[in-house]
C-alpha cells in the first residue's frame, strides 16, 4: 500500500494490492479506512478470490470534513460472510488541517 498526501482534505494516488493465498474456498478483501473531522469512514472493498487471484487498484479518496489519517482493512470472508479481520497501523496525515 502507498499513500500520496495532496492536502488535508484528499489523498491521492492510493495504491492497493490484495491477494487470496490460500485454497480454502474463501476470499480476502481489501478497503481503505479513513480518521475525518466526521469521524472513522470506509471506502469500497476490492477482493481476490481463489488461491493466487491478485487484484490492484489505483484510487484516491477526498472528505471535505478532512482526513487526519488512513489505514487498511483486510478481512477474510466465506461468501457474503465475513470470517475475521486485520488492520494496518493509521498513517497520518503530514498536512491535515487540524
Not at 7 to 36: C, F, N, W
Not at 63 to 68: K, L, Q, R, Y
Not at 76 to 88: E, I
Request: proline share 2%; hydrophobic share 30%; with cysteine.
Amino acid at each position: 500500500m502507498e499513500f500520496g498526501f495532496v492536502s488535508g482534505k484528499k489523498v491521492a494516488p492510493i495504491y492497493l494490492m490484495v491477494k487470496d493465498t490460500e485454497a480454502d474456498g474463501m476470499h480476502a478483501r481489501l478497503r481503505v479506512q479513513a480518521d475525518t473531522g466526521e469521524g472513522l469512514k470506509s471506502y469500497t472493498w476490492r477482493k481476490a478470490s481463489g488461491e493466487g487471484d491478485v487484484t490492484k487498484a489505483t484510487t484516491d479518496l477526498t472528505d471535505t470534513s478532512g482526513v487526519e489519517a488512513v489505514r487498511i482493512q483486510v478481512c477474510r470472508y466465506d461468501g457474503d460472510t465475513q470470517k475475521y479481520c486485520t488492520w494496518s497501523h493509521w498513517i497520518d496525515n503530514p498536512i491535515r488541517t487540524s
